[in-house]
Antibody, heavy 123, light 108 residues
Framework: QVQLVQSGAEVKKPGASVKVSCQAS????????INWVRQAPGQGLEWMGW????????QYAQKVQGRVTMTTDTSTTTAYMELRSLRSDDTAVYYC????????????????WGQGTLVTVSS | EILLTQSPVTLSLSPGDRATLSCRAS???????LAWYRQKPGQAPRLLIY???SRATGIPDRISGGGSGTDFTLTISRLEPEDSAVYYC?????????FGQGTKLEIK
């Protein structure tokens, strides 16, 4: 069965970086892109970006552009999301999600999600 | 970017009732590229509906989606206690894909 398993919770100080991993299994890794979505405490869902598991191409949301890097390692079927220059408002649960693209659509819907990784930014 | 507004913010119903959740887009959602998700406390979202009306794998037929253009609905019939959750709509016709702010469904 399809599974996305994320790394554990992190506590970081403002200005630091965090790298969250997402290991995929149960399907051919290179056939679906991995998206990252975050959710601040008590808030809604915010799409952060996408990485192609085929060729490493990326697309980032404007809000985190310049601070985020998404990568993949096909040998371990793992995707990574690194966020730099952390601020208190980056405190959130970060989810990876398998993205489904359909013809003529310009974005993805998400059919499988990781369990989430809580990143807390606090001095 | 397309703004999605969900209503009501909170809905409180009894087991066996029917719930109707609304999602309104600030501009037309091309080809009805709209999805619905359910999120229970402490869990990741789960895909319910894609393409406005197609049920995801394992979703029972008492959950249905409809609508087109700018107005979409999620209907849950014969409510069960397990339906208590926050429901989000998401459009994927335009980049960036965007989510509504969510509707909290409480089963009394």
């Amino acid at each position: 069965q399809v599974q996305l398993v994320q790394s554990g919770a992190e506590v970081k100080k403002p200005g630091a970086s965090v790298k969250v991993s997402c290991q995929a299994s149960g399907y051919p890794f290179g056939t679906y892109g991995i998206n990252w979505v975050r959710q601040a405490p008590g808030q809604g869902l915010e799409w952060m970006g996408w990485v192609s598991t085929y060729n490493g191409q990326t697309q980032y949301a404007q809000k985190v552009q310049g601070r985020v890097t998404m990568t993949t390692d096909t040998s371990t079927t793992t995707a990574y999301m690194e966020l730099r220059s952390l601020r208190s408002d980056d405190t959130a649960v970060y989810y990876c999600a398998r993205g489904v693209i359909v013809p003529s659509a310009r974005a993805y819907y998400f059919d499988y999600w990781g369990q989430g990784t809580l990143v807390t930014v606090s001095s | 970017e397309i703004l999605l507004t969900q209503s009501p913010v909170t809905l409180s119903l009894s087991p066996g009732d029917r719930a109707t959740l609304s999602c309104r887009a600030s501009q037309s959602v091309t080809s009805n590229y709209l999805a619905w998700y359910r999120q229970k406390p402490g869990q990741a979202p789960r895909l319910l509906i894609y393409g406005a009306s197609s049920r995801a794998t394992g979703i029972p037929d008492r959950i249905s989606g409809g609508g087109s253009g700018t107005d979409f609905t999620l209907t849950i019939s014969r409510l069960e206690p397990e339906d208590s959750a926050v429901y989000y709509c998401q459009q994927y016709s335009n980049s960036p894909g965007t989510f509504g702010q969510g509707t909290k469904l409480e089963i009394k």
